[in-house]
């Protein structure tokens, strides 16, 4: 945008001093679920992890345990007002690798937002294929204000013309201009083949 530039934000990746680890969705811990498909890229270790941002809203990064699921630790994403529209992207030290095929992805996310006043916090993956071209998947729109799984398609045209295996390169967040403050908490994405036959119902009792 006209004006504006990127600016490098420090990213921590230590626990704050006196961090108390909050509870697992009381569903996983009754459920007994595991993860599932296992997530290339995790948010666990932000050693390394590079924060940027276009626009003037004060945004953060940082290792933290006030929410867990899979991990016993993840990032924190931390924006509070701006003047501007402000986009940020997230980046590991290096590209990181995805064996074999994907059409489809899942990201855990722990959002907080308000929904009269708050645009939703709009996720995009950027990815890599093996000729150095990028190509964006798009995770959706954050409605959430506890864990929701942010779910993308690959687009037909990019999923033909791209050369597979892929890198994930970054997580770009859009909208982060809010009244006040607001905290968002990733845990993982997770790159798969989605499973595509028609569902079939269960057979009937007799």
């Known amino acids: 945008l006209k004006g504006q530039r990127i600016t490098r934000v420090r990213v921590n990746p230590r626990l704050p001093a006196g961090a108390q680890r909050?509870?697992?969705p009381y569903e996983i811990e009754w459920s007994g679920r595991k993860e599932s498909p296992r997530a290339q890229v995790a948010f666990?270790?932000?050693?390394?992890?590079?924060?940027?941002?276009?626009?003037?809203?004060s945004v953060s990064l940082s290792a933290s345990v006030d929410h867990v699921l899979?991990?016993?630790?993840?990032?924190?994403?931390?924006?509070?007002?701006?003047s501007t529209d402000t986009t940020v992207e997230i980046?590991?030290?290096?590209?990181?690798?995805?064996?074999?095929r994907f059409d489809a992805a899942n990201l855990w996310?722990?959002?907080?937002?308000?929904?009269?006043?708050?645009?939703?916090?709009?996720?995009?993956?950027?990815l890599e294929d093996q000729s150095g071209?990028?190509?964006?998947?798009?995770?959706?729109?954050?409605?959430?204000?506890?864990?929701?799984?942010?779910?993308?398609?690959l687009r037909r045209a990019v999923a033909e013309a791209a050369r597979f295996p892929m890198r994930f390169v970054a997580l770009r967040i859009a909208n982060c201009r809010v009244k006040g403050e607001r905290n968002a908490y990733l845990e993982s994405l997770a790159f798969y083949q989605q499973d595509r036959r028609p569902p079939r119902a269960p057979a009937r009792p007799e």
């Open 91 to 100: 980046r590991p030290p290096r590209p990181i690798p995805i064996p074999g």
């Open 109 to 126: 996310l722990y959002g907080a937002w308000d929904r009269v006043s708050d645009t939703p916090l709009r996720i995009t993956a950027v």
């Open 22 to 24: 909050g509870q697992r």
């Open 44 to 57: 666990d270790d932000l050693r390394g992890w590079t924060l940027d941002a276009l626009g003037d809203t």
């Open 133 to 153: 071209r990028e190509y964006e998947m798009d995770l959706g729109a954050v409605t959430a204000a506890y864990w929701g799984l942010q779910h993308g398609v």
């Open 70 to 82: 899979w991990r016993p630790q993840l990032a924190k994403f931390s924006y509070a007002g701006g």
